[in-house]
Structure formats: C-alpha cells, structure tokens
Antibody, heavy 116, light 112 residues
C-alpha cells in the first residue's frame, strides 16, 4: 500500500525543538521530492518546505516563516524524511503533514503544540 | 509570493444541486514547460487533504467524475456536478508554478 506515516508530534515550549519523521512505503521513495505542509488549528494550509532527490543534491527550500529555524533531511535507505524544528514559536503550533505535492500522496499528519 | 484568492469562503448547497468554486491567482500559473500547475484539494472534517484535480483539469484516480476543473492563466474553477453528502468539507486550490507553492484560503462547502 502506498502511504506516508508521520510521527514525532508533541508538546514543546517556545524556544524548544522537535523532530518530526515521515516514513514512506509502497513507492520508490528516492525518486520523489518530499514536502512538509502545516495547518494551524482551524486555519488553512501552509507549505513549509521540501527536499529534492539525490540527483538534485538533496536541495532544500523553505517558507520564509521557518527559514533558518527548520531543517528538512531525508534518508533514502530508510525511506524517511525528517523535519527538525528549532526555536519553536507559538505560531508554529499546527498539524504537520508530509506530502508529495507532485502526486496525490499525503500523510495523516502529526500534531505539534507549542505552549509555555 | 503568488496570492491565491478563492470565492466564496462559505458555500451552502442543496443536496443534488451543482456547486462552483472560483480561484484566482495574482500571477499567471503557466510554467515554462507549458503546463499550468494548479491543483484542487478536498479536506473532509478530521481528514488529511486529498488531491482531486491537477494541472487545472486532470482528475486523480478514484475521484468521481462529478468533479471537474477548468480555467487558464489566472482564473480557475472547480465544479461539482451534483453535490452529495460526502462532499462536505473545505476545498483548496494550490499553485506550484512559482516558488513557494501557495494555497487559497479555502472554501467551506456545507449542505443547506
């Protein structure tokens, strides 16, 4: 079955860190760009960033709102993509989805809460 | 960033009646390869977004044919032929012709 499964969501304090993981199965993971998209409670969708394939140097791009604080990485041997979130802010609280925006594939999301 | 503006924000519809959602972009979404990278997503309550349409009008596998997409340049439309109860949720347009990808603010479809 083709799927993406996120994990790692938790409660963090402002200024703290969290690392989200996303495991892929059922497709050739290494051939795909992978994205992270978030959705604050009751709000719309916001693209966070993406990581390209090995042949493209695993290049990453980020939304301005997270650049310098968040880092996306991947491990093609483990069919996984990661989102390292540092210097968390209250406004980073959201459900975080990993997705391949070039296809129809989205995970179920993982909830990040940021509160003192 | 490309601004995506959807209308209406709220869409009450009678079961069995058609529905239409508009999406306008602040720049043309025609990419250098000639494709127009405009997608539509459906998010049912409590679920992840699900892509319905890519490249303006290509329905994804398993999407009922009552959903159709049209448009060009900066003006796009999602139409639902006859609304069913399972269509309740929020609909988003998204562009990735320009970096960064951006979403519309969403249109909430509800049964009247």
């Amino acid at each position: 079955e083709v799927q993406l499964v996120e994990s790692g969501g938790d409660l963090a304090q402002p200024g703290g860190s969290l690392r989200l993981s996303c495991g892929a199965s059922g497709f050739i993971f290494s051939d795909h760009w992978m994205d992270w998209v978030r959705q604050a409670p009751g709000k719309g969708l916001e693209w966070v960033g993406h990581i390209k394939k090995k042949s493209e140097g695993y290049a990453t791009q980020y939304a301005a709102s997270v650049r310098g604080r968040f880092t996306i990485s991947r491990d093609d041997l483990k069919n996984s993509v990661y989102l390292q979130m540092n210097s968390l802010k209250i406004e980073d609280a959201a459900v975080y989805y990993c997705a391949d925006l070039g296809t129809a594939l989205w995970g179920q999301g993982t909830l990040v809460r940021v509160s003192p | 960033d490309v601004v995506m503006t959807q209308s209406p924000v709220s869409l009450p519809v009678i079961l069995g009646q058609p529905a239409s959602i508009s999406c306008r972009s602040s720049q043309s979404l025609i990419y250098s390869d000639g494709n127009t990278y405009l997608s539509w997503f459906q998010q049912r309550p409590g679920q992840s977004p699900r892509r319905l349409i890519s490249k303006v009008s290509s329905r994804d596998s398993g999407v009922p044919d009552r959903f159709s997409g049209s448009g060009s340049g900066t003006d796009f439309t999602l139409k639902i032929g006859r609304v069913e109860a399972e269509d309740v949720g929020v609909y988003y347009c998204m562009q990735f012709a320009h970096w960064p990808p951006t979403f519309g603010q969403g249109t909430k479809l509800e049964i009247e």
